[in-house]
């Protein structure tokens, strides 16, 4: 099991421009998660799938930010336009059916300038 | 998301210590308390959680404690090594996602 895949592993972009990062989970979970971390905001829930149906997008910053899950290995995550203060940390995560056995991706180090 | 309040923020212990991490959670409804361990550049791993029918959980070094009454839970650290330092993540339930905590960077020193 290669564990829950994201790419790119580091992403530089300009102010502006439109930002794809996409997550591949675990084979056979079916909820999904993407989360934002920083050094003053910690992990934040931006928003989460359950058989690829988004359940709940309240973590989601502003309309700037939008996830997909068009099918049960494939979930992106977009910012467009891209603002420096989106840099972070863009972790994904997948899990089967509940909680347990929640495992994260190696994570997204997305720097706008 | 639900809240979940974790200290401190910064912890430093002398190798062959304790460490002990508290958090709080605010959603009555949560019923599973993992911590997760990220070592700097890497992902968060899960290394103890609790669920809500019981108060302790031992293994090894770690152990968690569980207050469900008053709502907060901790992580304690025997015997620390070197290799124990990094951020430590408590977390609560709300539903079918995992709410966390700010993190607690713990330092071990030699």
């Known amino acids: 099991d290669a564990g829950v895949i994201q790419s790119p592993r580091h992403e530089v972009t300009e102010m502006g421009q439109e930002v794809t990062l996409r997550c591949k989970p675990i084979?056979?979970?079916?909820?999904l998660f993407w989360y934002r971390q920083t050094m003053m905001r910690g992990l934040e829930l931006l928003i989460y799938f359950n058989n690829n149906v988004p359940i709940d997008d309240s973590g989601m910053p502003e309309d700037r930010f939008s996830a997909k899950m068009p099918n049960a290995s494939f979930s992106t995550l977009k910012i467009q336009p891209s603002e420096p203060r989106d840099s972070a940390v863009y972790f994904c995560?997948?899990?089967?059916?509940?909680?347990?056995?929640?495992?994260f991706g190696s994570g997204t180090r997305l720097t706008v300038v | 998301g639900e809240n979940v309040e974790q200290h401190p923020s910064t912890l430093s212990v002398q190798e062959g210590d304790s460490a002990v991490i508290k958090c709080t959670y605010s959603?009555?409804?949560?019923?599973?308390f993992p911590w997760y361990k990220q070592e700097l550049g890497k992902r968060p791993q899960l290394i103890i959680d609790?669920?809500?029918?019981?108060g302790e959980k031992k293994d090894q070094r770690i152990a968690v404690t569980l207050n469900k009454t008053a709502k907060h839970f901790s992580l304690h650290i025997t015997e620390t090594q070197p290799e124990d330092s990094a951020v430590y993540f408590c977390a609560a339930n709300s539903g079918y996602a995992l709410n966390f905590g700010k993190g607690t960077s713990l330092l071990v020193t030699p």
């Open positions: 609790i669920r809500s029918n019981v």
């Open positions: 995560a997948s899990s089967l059916r509940t909680v347990f056995g929640y495992t």
């Open positions: 084979s056979g979970h079916n909820s």
């Open positions: 959603d009555s409804a949560s019923n599973y």
